[in-house]
Nanobody, 114 residues
């Protein structure tokens, strides 16, 4: 069982920045892939960014160049740095440990005002 706790969400104006954190209860280096997803009201939960065991990162096209996923293995924490935020980035952001099995955090709200 892996517990994930997100933090760092909030309200920000368009063009601003936020950094989300995801603290894991297990050694994240042993997890196949850590990822950030987001879910806007009335929409499906979509992948935003991922970082593999080997450190390879991937991003959805809409955030590439603006968001950066990183990790601190010593702290068992994964981060999502979000720059140049847009109103369409508004969503609940979830941290996930992709196995199998897959674990989810409780989510953190990000609201970008225009």
């Amino acid at each position: 069982q892996v517990q994930l706790v997100e933090s760092g969400g909030g309200l920000v104006q368009a063009g601003g920045s936020l950094r989300l954190s995801c603290a894991a209860s297990a050694n994240i280096f042993s997890i196949n892939t850590m990822a950030w997803y987001r879910q806007a009201p009335g929409k499906a939960r979509d992948l935003v960014a991922a970082i593999t065991h080997g450190g390879t990162t991937n991003y959805v096209d809409s955030v590439r160049g603006r968001f950066t996923i990183s990790r601190d293995i010593t702290k068992n924490t994964v981060y999502l740095r979000m720059n140049s935020l847009k109103p369409e980035d508004t969503a609940v952001y979830y941290c996930s440990a992709l196995g199998p099995p897959t674990y989810w955090g409780q989510g953190t709200q990000v609201t970008v005002s225009s």
